[in-house]
C-alpha cells in the first residue's frame, strides 16, 4: 500500500480479521476483558498499540486496593467503599464505587490463584499496604512493582488461553453498521503503514489515558487519548472530563525525565515531605473534613504510624489532589526545593536496607536518572499529570457504553473515581471492570445475529484521512503542533485554572486544530514517528478540547480540578455530571444528574462519617 494512492485502493486488498469479540488496548483492563470473553469460547483479539506487556498498567506500582482485611480485620467493603467516595468528592458513581469494593478480593484471589507471587505476611497472607485516603492499609503489593506482576499474571494467562494478539497496530476509527451498531475498527501496523480492519459483535475499548497533551507527565508515547477520541467519534458519550489527577510526586530533576512517577509506594512506607526550610509542611493543609482522622503533629503522626494503634494515618496519606495541591502551594509560597519542587524523604525514616527491599524500583529509579541515592538523601518531587479520572460512560453492571455493541473499561472508561481517584484503586478497577467489560461484551456477541459488516467507504475514508499528510508539502511539522499543545495543557488546563486561562486555551486549541489539518510528513509508512504522531494528533486534540469545555463549565474546586476563580465546591454542581458528545457534528457540554444512590448506602456513609 505504501506507494498505491487511497482513491485506487480497493478495499477487498485490505488485510481483514473477525472475531466474536476485539478489545483494543492490552493493559490490565484489556487483557482482563479478553480473557472473560475466551473462557465464554468466542473468538477474541487483543489489539495494541504498542508491544505486549508495555502497558501504562506497569506504573502502577504501588499496589491493588481490595478490603481484604489481612492487616486490618476491621477493613470490608463498607468502608473501601466509603473511602473511594469520600476521595472521588462524592462525583463517583455510586453503583460502579460499590461492585469495586465488594468484588476486589476476590479479584485479587483470582489473581494469586493464576500464579501473581504478592508480598506476604509472617503468618503467609498476602501483606497490605497504607496508601492515600485509604483509612486502612488494604494495597496488595508486590515490592513498588505491583503494575508489571499484574500484567505479568494476565499476559501470561491470555496467551495459554491462545488470545490471538495484534501488535504494534494503530486503530484510527471505529466503524459502525447500518444499524448503528459498532461493528468493526480501521488501523494500520506502525512496522509497515499497511492499513487493517477488524469486524467484530463487540468491541471493548481499554486504551488507557491522556496525559500526553501535557508537558510533564507520568504517562508514555501511546497515551494520546485514542480510546475517547473514538467513542467520541462513534457517537458514545464522555463524562467529566475536567477531572484530571496530576499525581503529587513525579520527579523534578533532571529535566530529561521530569514527571516520571514517584510511587506513593514511597509514603505508604514512611517518606515525608518536606519543604526547602526542612519543616514537614503537610500538617499545615489538612482539610476539616480529614482533621478528625489525620495527624496534627509529627510526633503524633510517628507514633500512629509506627505503632499501628488505631486506623489514622499521617498528612503525607490524604488523597493525591490535596497533597498535589499543598505542594504546589509551597512551591509558589518560595519554599520550593532547588529545582522546583519539594523533598520527599524517606532516608532519615527508613534503614538502607528496608528502602532497597520494599522501594527496589525507586532506588534504581534515581540512582541511574538523577544520581541521588535514597537512601542517604531525599528525592526531588512535584505534581506531575497521571491519570484521567473522566472518560467514556458505560454502565455500571456492563460496562456498555451510549452506543451498541461498544464496551470500555479501565483508565479510558468513567465513573468509579469521581472527581479524584485514590491510590491503588485502579489496579483493582482493571480486574474488576475488565472482567466486567468481557462479560458485557460476551453477552452481546451471543445475541448477535448473522455476521457483523462494515461499509468500505467508511475504511477508505479513515484510511484517506491518516494518508493526507503525506500529499503536502509543505506544511506544518507534528512535532511543532504536539508541542505547542503541551505547552498551552501544561499553563492554562493545569493543576490550578481559571475561567480566562480555560477561554484562552480554547482558543489556541481551536488554532492548532486548524494548524492540524494542514500537517505534513516525509518518508515512508514503516515505522515513521513522524507519521504515527500526525495520526496520533486528532485524538490528542480532541480530548484537549474535551478537557478544557469540561473545566469552563464546571465552576468550582472538587478533587482534580480546581478553580481559583472558583475555589469552593459547589453543593449544586456537585449532583451532576458534564457530558460532552457529538450532535450532528456540533459537540456539545451538558449537565446530567447523578445516578440517585438508595437510601441504605446513604445511610452508610453518614454512619461512617460520623
Request: proline share 5%; charged share 25%.
Given at each position: 500500500?505504501?506507494?498505491?494512492?487511497?482513491?485506487?485502493?480497493?478495499?477487498?486488498?485490505?488485510?481483514?480479521?473477525?472475531?466474536?469479540?476485539?478489545?483494543?488496548?492490552?493493559?490490565?483492563?484489556?487483557?482482563?476483558?479478553?480473557?472473560?470473553?475466551?473462557?465464554?469460547?468466542?473468538?477474541?483479539?487483543?489489539?495494541?498499540?504498542?508491544?505486549?506487556?508495555?502497558?501504562?498498567t506497569v506504573m502502577a506500582e504501588g499496589g491493588a486496593a481490595a478490603a481484604m482485611g489481612n492487616i486490618w480485620p476491621e477493613d470490608n467493603w463498607k468502608v473501601h467503599f466509603r473511602d473511594t467516595m469520600r476521595g472521588g468528592k462524592m462525583l463517583n458513581n455510586w453503583r460502579m464505587a460499590e461492585l469495586?469494593?465488594?468484588?476486589?478480593?476476590?479479584?485479587?484471589?483470582?489473581?494469586?490463584?493464576?500464579?501473581?507471587?504478592?508480598?506476604?505476611?509472617?503468618?503467609?497472607?498476602?501483606?497490605?499496604?497504607?496508601?492515600?485516603?485509604?483509612?486502612?492499609?488494604?494495597?496488595?503489593?508486590?515490592?513498588?512493582?505491583?503494575?508489571?506482576?499484574?500484567?505479568?499474571?494476565?499476559?501470561?494467562?491470555?496467551?495459554?488461553?491462545?488470545?490471538?494478539?495484534?501488535?504494534?497496530?494503530?486503530?484510527?476509527?471505529?466503524?459502525?453498521?447500518?444499524?448503528?451498531?459498532?461493528?468493526?475498527?480501521?488501523?494500520?501496523?506502525?512496522?509497515?503503514?499497511?492499513?487493517?480492519?477488524?469486524?467484530?459483535?463487540?468491541?471493548?475499548?481499554?486504551?488507557?489515558?491522556?496525559?500526553?497533551?501535557?508537558?510533564?507527565?507520568?504517562?508514555?508515547?501511546?497515551?494520546?487519548?485514542?480510546?475517547?477520541?473514538?467513542?467520541?467519534?462513534?457517537?458514545?458519550?464522555?463524562?467529566?472530563?475536567?477531572?484530571?489527577?496530576?499525581?503529587?510526586?513525579?520527579?523534578?530533576?533532571?529535566?530529561?525525565?521530569?514527571?516520571?512517577?514517584?510511587?506513593?509506594?514511597?509514603?505508604?512506607?514512611?517518606?515525608?515531605?518536606?519543604?526547602?526550610?526542612?519543616?514537614?509542611?503537610?500538617?499545615?493543609?489538612?482539610?476539616?473534613?480529614?482533621?478528625?482522622?489525620?495527624?496534627?503533629?509529627?510526633?503524633?503522626?510517628?507514633?500512629?504510624?509506627?505503632?499501628?494503634l488505631n486506623n489514622r494515618r499521617p498528612p503525607e496519606l490524604l488523597p493525591r489532589d490535596e497533597v498535589a495541591r499543598s505542594i504546589n502551594s509551597e512551591v509558589k509560597a518560595g519554599r520550593g526545593s532547588p529545582h522546583g519542587g519539594v523533598l520527599l524523604d524517606i532516608a532519615s525514616r527508613r534503614s538502607?536496607?528496608?528502602?532497597?527491599?520494599?522501594?527496589?524500583?525507586?532506588?534504581?529509579?534515581?540512582?541511574?536518572?538523577?544520581?541521588?541515592?535514597?537512601?542517604?538523601?531525599?528525592?526531588?518531587?512535584?505534581?506531575?499529570?497521571?491519570?484521567?479520572?473522566?472518560?467514556?460512560?458505560?454502565?455500571?453492571?456492563?460496562?456498555?457504553?451510549?452506543?451498541?455493541?461498544?464496551?470500555?473499561?479501565?483508565?479510558?472508561?468513567?465513573?468509579?473515581?469521581?472527581?479524584?481517584?485514590?491510590?491503588?484503586?485502579?489496579?483493582?478497577?482493571?480486574?474488576?471492570f475488565g472482567r466486567r467489560a468481557g462479560i458485557g461484551a460476551s453477552d452481546f456477541a451471543e445475541g448477535f445475529t448473522g455476521e457483523p459488516s462494515v461499509d468500505p467507504r467508511d475504511v477508505l475514508e479513515a484510511i484517506s484521512e491518516a494518508d493526507a499528510p503525506f500529499l503536502r508539502d509543505p506544511g506544518?511539522?507534528?512535532?511543532?503542533?504536539?508541542?505547542?499543545?503541551?505547552?498551552?495543557?501544561?499553563?492554562?488546563?493545569?493543576?490550578?485554572?481559571?475561567?480566562?486561562?480555560?477561554?484562552?486555551?480554547?482558543?489556541?486549541?481551536?488554532?492548532?486544530?486548524?494548524?492540524?489539518?494542514?500537517?505534513?510528513?516525509?518518508?515512508?509508512?514503516?515505522?515513521?514517528?513522524?507519521?504515527?504522531?500526525?495520526?496520533?494528533?486528532?485524538?490528542?486534540?480532541?480530548?484537549?478540547?474535551?478537557?478544557?469545555?469540561?473545566?469552563?463549565?464546571?465552576?468550582?474546586?472538587?478533587?482534580?480540578?480546581?478553580?481559583?476563580?472558583?475555589?469552593?465546591?459547589?453543593?449544586?454542581?456537585?449532583?451532576?455530571?458534564?457530558?460532552?458528545?457529538?450532535?450532528?457534528?456540533?459537540?456539545?457540554?451538558?449537565?446530567?444528574?447523578?445516578?440517585?444512590?438508595?437510601?441504605?448506602?446513604?445511610?452508610?456513609?453518614?454512619?461512617?462519617?460520623?
Amino acid at each position: 500500500m505504501a506507494d498505491t494512492p487511497t482513491s485506487t485502493l480497493d478495499p477487498a486488498d485490505i488485510e481483514s480479521h473477525s472475531f466474536d469479540v476485539v478489545v483494543i488496548g492490552a493493559g490490565g483492563a484489556g487483557l482482563r476483558a479478553a480473557i472473560e470473553a475466551k473462557s465464554r469460547g468466542l473468538a477474541t483479539a487483543l489489539v495494541c498499540k504498542s508491544l505486549l506487556g508495555k502497558a501504562h498498567t506497569v506504573m502502577a506500582e504501588g499496589g491493588a486496593a481490595a478490603a481484604m482485611g489481612n492487616i486490618w480485620p476491621e477493613d470490608n467493603w463498607k468502608v473501601h467503599f466509603r473511602d473511594t467516595m469520600r476521595g472521588g468528592k462524592m462525583l463517583n458513581n455510586w453503583r460502579m464505587a460499590e461492585l469495586h469494593a465488594k468484588e476486589s478480593p476476590d479479584r485479587i484471589y483470582e489473581l494469586e490463584a493464576w500464579g501473581a507471587l504478592f508480598d506476604r505476611t509472617k503468618d503467609g497472607r498476602i501483606l497490605q499496604r497504607d496508601f492515600g485516603g485509604h483509612r486502612y492499609a488494604r494495597l496488595a503489593h508486590v515490592g513498588d512493582r505491583t503494575g508489571l506482576e499484574l500484567i505479568r499474571t494476565l499476559q501470561q494467562r491470555a496467551v495459554s488461553m491462545g488470545i490471538e494478539v495484534f501488535m504494534e497496530c494503530k486503530i484510527l476509527r471505529l466503524l459502525k453498521d447500518s444499524e448503528g451498531r459498532v461493528s468493526g475498527a480501521v488501523g494500520y501496523w506502525r512496522p509497515t503503514g499497511e492499513p487493517v480492519t477488524f469486524k467484530a459483535k463487540a468491541i471493548v475499548v481499554a486504551t488507557g489515558g491522556v496525559g500526553r497533551s501535557w508537558k510533564y507527565t507520568t504517562n508514555s508515547w501511546e497515551s494520546t487519548g485514542d480510546g475517547q477520541a473514538l467513542a467520541l467519534w462513534a457517537g458514545a458519550d464522555l463524562i467529566d472530563m475536567e477531572c484530571l489527577q496530576f499525581h503529587p510526586t513525579g520527579m523534578v530533576w533532571p529535566l530529561s525525565v521530569r514527571g516520571i512517577l514517584v510511587t506513593e509506594g514511597v509514603r505508604g512506607d514512611g517518606g515525608v515531605l518536606r519543604n526547602s526550610e526542612g519543616r514537614r509542611f503537610m500538617f499545615d493543609y489538612i482539610p476539616p473534613m480529614f482533621a478528625a482522622e489525620t495527624a496534627d503533629s509529627e510526633a503524633e503522626a510517628d507514633r500512629w504510624y509506627e505503632d499501628h494503634l488505631n486506623n489514622r494515618r499521617p498528612p503525607e496519606l490524604l488523597p493525591r489532589d490535596e497533597v498535589a495541591r499543598s505542594i504546589n502551594s509551597e512551591v509558589k509560597a518560595g519554599r520550593g526545593s532547588p529545582h522546583g519542587g519539594v523533598l520527599l524523604d524517606i532516608a532519615s525514616r527508613r534503614s538502607a536496607e528496608y528502602i532497597r527491599r520494599r522501594l527496589p524500583s525507586m532506588y534504581h529509579q534515581f540512582k541511574e536518572l538523577a544520581g541521588v541515592d535514597i537512601t542517604v538523601e531525599p528525592m526531588e518531587v512535584g505534581p506531575t499529570c497521571h491519570y484521567m479520572m473522566g472518560g467514556i460512560r458505560v454502565d455500571a453492571e456492563t460496562e456498555a457504553t451510549t452506543v451498541p455493541g461498544l464496551f470500555s473499561a479501565g483508565e479510558v472508561a468513567a465513573g468509579l473515581h469521581g472527581a479524584n481517584r485514590l491510590g491503588g484503586n485502579s489496579l483493582s478497577d482493571l480486574l474488576v471492570f475488565g472482567r466486567r467489560a468481557g462479560i458485557g461484551a460476551s453477552d452481546f456477541a451471543e445475541g448477535f445475529t448473522g455476521e457483523p459488516s462494515v461499509d468500505p467507504r467508511d475504511v477508505l475514508e479513515a484510511i484517506s484521512e491518516a494518508d493526507a499528510p503525506f500529499l503536502r508539502d509543505p506544511g506544518e511539522s507534528p512535532y511543532d503542533i504536539q508541542h505547542d499543545l503541551q505547552e498551552s495543557m501544561q499553563a492554562l488546563v493545569g493543576i490550578i485554572r481559571t475561567g480566562s486561562e480555560l477561554e484562552q486555551a480554547l482558543e489556541e486549541i481551536g488554532k492548532l486544530r486548524e494548524r492540524a489539518t494542514k500537517v505534513s510528513v516525509q518518508g515512508g509508512r514503516g515505522y515513521n514517528p513522524g507519521w504515527n504522531l500526525a495520526t496520533d494528533l486528532p485524538a490528542m486534540l480532541t480530548v484537549s478540547m474535551a478537557v478544557t469545555r469540561g473545566a469552563i463549565e464546571r465552576r468550582e474546586s472538587r478533587g482534580g480540578h480546581t478553580r481559583d476563580d472558583f475555589p469552593n465546591p459547589d453543593p449544586e454542581m456537585g449532583k451532576v455530571n458534564f457530558v460532552q458528545r457529538l450532535v450532528d457534528g456540533e459537540h456539545l457540554v451538558v449537565p446530567e444528574p447523578l445516578p440517585e444512590m438508595p437510601d441504605e448506602l446513604k445511610a452508610l456513609l453518614e454512619e461512617e462519617a460520623h
